[in-house]
């Protein structure tokens, strides 16, 4: 049990409620692990999309803003969820319509003139996104299983032994030179290619 | 393979102040070493972009799903109610 749930705890003095919370939460937080993302997400839109949706027709917009800000709160969900010390304090329909509300207010009271992009670092970010394009391709060349690999560990956040698990490995520790492998795979192609495009490296 | 681990957790800070002052100064004697770094720190970027760009194709694909197939007929009227 975390340290910000025990202070929680003796704030409120509500145990039982809390306590169900916890559980709850610690629940949903395996179905994150044994559903498909895509099952989790159709879930969340049978159970929250409505509401999300009602929210966005009262302030004015369509089905296509309803569409756009609840995908952008899945992502975000989907990535807090994913860290550590999330589960606890808040229900998934709550954060997740709280997320909703956040990004509508931001769209459309504050800087709505961020949205303008001058030129040149229009062209900046095309440059970058060409180099980034590049390194990605070398990424792949570590071949799919370690894209995958590493995309488990460093993005939906799985822990060692959950990775050994989903990917067949003997233990913790075997994932964990697996991984370590991947990217000493994806810096070797960096290399290779940095031998024959002296620039590179810039 | 070391060297990897090690710049790992250089870049997620979980290194002691002893440690990271060794690495620092490696960095200034060897400057393939402030390459390396850059490049790994890349990569983690490049994997977690990737990472959500799966997670929106799935999302998309849950769209698709709940707003085409019969089974979802009732969620599908509830929202054809709100923006109607």
């Known amino acids: 049990m975390s340290k910000i749930y025990e202070n929680k705890l003796a704030l409120d003095g509500d145990i039982h409620s809390h306590f169900h919370t916890y559980i709850k939460e610690m629940i949903q937080k395996e179905d994150i692990l044994q559903q498909t993302p895509q099952q989790l997400f159709i879930r969340l839109y049978e159970t929250v999309f409505p509401d999300a949706a009602a929210f966005i027709r009262k302030m004015g917009g369509d089905m296509a803003a309803a569409k756009d800000i609840f995908q952008d709160a899945l992502v975000i969900y989907y990535e807090r969820s994913a860290g550590e010390d999330f589960t606890i304090l808040h229900s998934e329909k709550a954060y997740i319509m709280g997320t909703c509300k956040h990004l509508w207010y931001k769209k459309h009271h504050e800087g709505r003139h961020e949205e303008r992009l001058d030129s040149s670092s229009a062209l900046v970010e095309l440059q970058e996104e060409k180099a980034s394009e590049e390194i990605f391709r070398f990424i792949e060349l570590s071949g799919k299983k370690c894209l995958d690999l590493l995309k488990a560990f460093y993005y939906d956040k799985l822990n060692m032994k959950d990775l050994a698990t989903k990917f067949g490995f003997s233990g913790e520790r075997s994932a964990t030179v697996q991984k370590f492998k991947c990217l000493q795979k994806v810096r070797s192609e960096i290399e290779n290619r940095s031998l024959v495009k002296e620039d590179f490296y810039e | ?84």
Do not use: C
Not at chain 2, 15 to 25: E, I, Y
């Open chain 2, 1 to 84: 393979m070391n060297e990897v681990q090690q710049i790992e957790r250089y870049l997620s800070g979980k290194m002691s102040p002893g440690d990271k002052l060794v690495m620092d100064a490696r960095m200034v004697l060897d400057p393939r070493l402030e390459e390396k770094i850059k490049w790994q720190k890349k990569t983690y970027t490049l994997i977690r972009d990737h990472g959500r760009k799966e997670v929106r194709r799935e999302i998309e694909l849950a769209h698709t799903q709940v707003f085409s197939e019969k089974k979802f007929q009732a969620f599908q009227k509830i929202i054809r109610n709100i923006f109607k």
